[in-house]
């Protein structure tokens, strides 16, 4: 249904030297089944790991086989393949980045939610706001179970890090760290978009270190269109103080409509 959904997208550099932030919106169909992707990569480290998850993650994900019959299947062998792929592209390089990677799928009116790192993915339905992923954090105890299992350390360093360095606890690259820092996905049991789905936040940490959940959720019912609600929530953030890059995609669904009168969502262009 073309007319299902719109959303606009914010990405701002904020106090940071350097823009590590990216950020992939993509719509498709597939045997007449509307597809559409949402993506948040927050590099960390340099922007190379979080721009090759921009480039290839999607990409990857609508040609894997089981893509339509196994959604999260595909999602989960997807990620970690895409991450194996990243360390292989970078072998030579003295580079030793990552990235965190949070994602919506859409297949119709199903939506699966997948998260590496602590990018987060919020939802509202019937006003109230819904966490659909929890951020990958060293201290989380289950977290810091699988990495000390695996002979890693969890220690504070001004936060919690995982071998004092990565203040993560799963990410994409960092090769380094890859026997605990893993690219494997917690993926949300998919949701309904039913008529109590009114929207879903996409960001990075640069926007929930200083935003609450719940707050967010109240700035962008405030404003109707996604893109203006997504620069809302961005000057919000840096106006509280964030002294991160700032990125966050708005996907606000139309119960109303019954579609056919409205094109379908165009992705953006390059990022500046």
Not at 208 to 220: C, F, I, R
Request: proline letters at 3%; charged letters at 30%; glycine letters at 8%.
């Amino acid at each position: 249904d073309d007319g299902s959904l719109s959303c606009g997208y914010s990405s701002f550099r904020g106090k940071r030297a350097s823009m590590e932030d990216f950020f992939d919106i993509k719509s498709s169909k597939i045997d007449d089944k509307q597809i559409n992707l949402f993506g948040i990569f927050d590099g960390h480290g340099g922007s190379r790991a979080a721009e090759y998850l921009k480039e290839h993650l999607f990409e990857n994900l609508m040609k894997h086989p089981q893509f339509m019959s196994d959604t999260k299947l595909a999602i989960s062998e997807t990620y970690k393949k895409t991450d194996s792929d990243f360390l292989d592209s970078e072998i030579n390089t003295h580079r030793d980045d990552g990235s965190t990677a949070s994602t919506a799928v859409l297949l119709g009116n199903q939506l699966y939610v997948a998260n590496v790192g602590d990018s987060r993915a919020v939802i509202s339905k019937s006003g109230k706001a819904i966490a659909l992923s929890d951020d990958h954090k060293p201290n989380r105890s289950d977290e810091r179970k699988r990495i000390e299992s695996a002979g890693g350390i969890v220690m504070w360093a001004g936060t919690w890090r995982v071998g004092g360095v990565l203040a993560m606890s799963r990410a994409f690259g960092n090769r380094l760290l890859k026997q605990f820092v893993v690219a494997e996905p917690e993926i949300q049991q998919e949701q309904e978009i039913d008529d109590e789905l009114e929207f879903l936040i996409l960001a990075s940490d640069g926007l929930w270190d200083v935003v609450p959940n719940e707050d967010a959720v109240s700035l962008v019912k405030m404003v109707e269109d996604p893109e203006a609600a997504a620069r809302k929530l961005t000057e919000t953030a840096f106006g509280r103080g964030s002294g991160d890059n700032i990125t966050c995609v708005v996907v606000k669904f139309q119960h109303s409509k019954t579609g056919g009168d409205t094109p379908p969502i165009s992705p953006p262009g390059d990022q500046i």
